[in-house]
T-cell receptor, first 112, second 113 residues
């Protein structure tokens, strides 16, 4: 299995500011995924983060808004930039390890 | 267009009885399916999975059935317990998961005493 530590668990932020979410994994994994779950919706993939290369973003998500770092095989960050109330959501990091998916605890973001 | 569909937003089952949660998919390239359980204010946790080469997988009280021809899978919980009350997400991926998971919208299971 893989254990993921995600921080912060929740935050309330002012619009126009940025928040960086961190995920630390206790195993080396090639791919890390960042998801968003907006109220009443399923988990939506934001981007895939591979170590040593640029993150790959899904349709509707851009690097300027959600910059991602992946400096090594156990760590990644997602920044939500220039936040607006529409960014209020739960953000999750995930890894696939031995064909199972593991999620962080989630970051509940509220933008006011 | 949703590739993974959970058409029942909620399901109420009496404690001790069988809970059946359903999931349909449209992408024939999906070859691995997972169920996640989510409590309020917590991230989803992995519950059980099934590969497309199988039609059934059991783990304790949880059994997942896969009908490839119908592109349908179901999660059975027997017997249902109060702690099973949660939102259950069906998810799928193809090709080793390189494209990430595709999730359904979830079914809220309520176990009644």
């Amino acid at each position: 299995s893989a254990v993921i530590s995600q921080k912060p668990s929740r935050d309330i932020c002012q619009r126009g500011t940025s928040l960086t979410i961190q995920c630390q994994v206790d195993s080396q994994v090639t791919m890390m995924f960042w998801y968003r779950q907006q109220p009443g919706q399923s988990l939506t993939l934001i981007a895939t983060a591979n170590q040593g290369s640029e993150a790959t973003y899904e349709s509707g998500f851009v690097i300027d808004k959600f910059p991602i770092s992946r400096p090594n095989l156990t760590f990644s960050t997602l920044t939500v930039s220039n936040m607006s109330p529409e960014d209020s959501s739960i953000y999750l990091c995930s890894v696939e390890h031995n064909r199972e998916a593991f999620f962080g605890q989630g970051t509940r973001l509220t933008v006011v | 267009d949703q590739q993974v569909k959970q058409n029942s937003p909620s399901l109420s089952v009496q404690e001790g009885r069988i809970s059946i949660l359903n999931c349909d998919y449209t992408n024939s390239m999906f070859d691995y399916f997972l169920w996640y359980k989510k409590y309020p204010a917590e991230g989803p946790t992995f519950l059980i999975s099934i590969s497309s080469i199988k039609d059934k997988n059991e783990d304790g009280r949880f059994t997942v059935f896969l009908n490839k021809s119908a592109k349908h899978l179901s999660l059975h919980i027997v017997p249902s317990q109060p702690g099973d009350s949660a939102v259950y997400f069906c998810a799928a991926y193809s090709g080793g998961g390189a494209d990430g998971l595709t999730f359904g919208k979830g079914t809220h299971l309520i176990i009644q005493p």
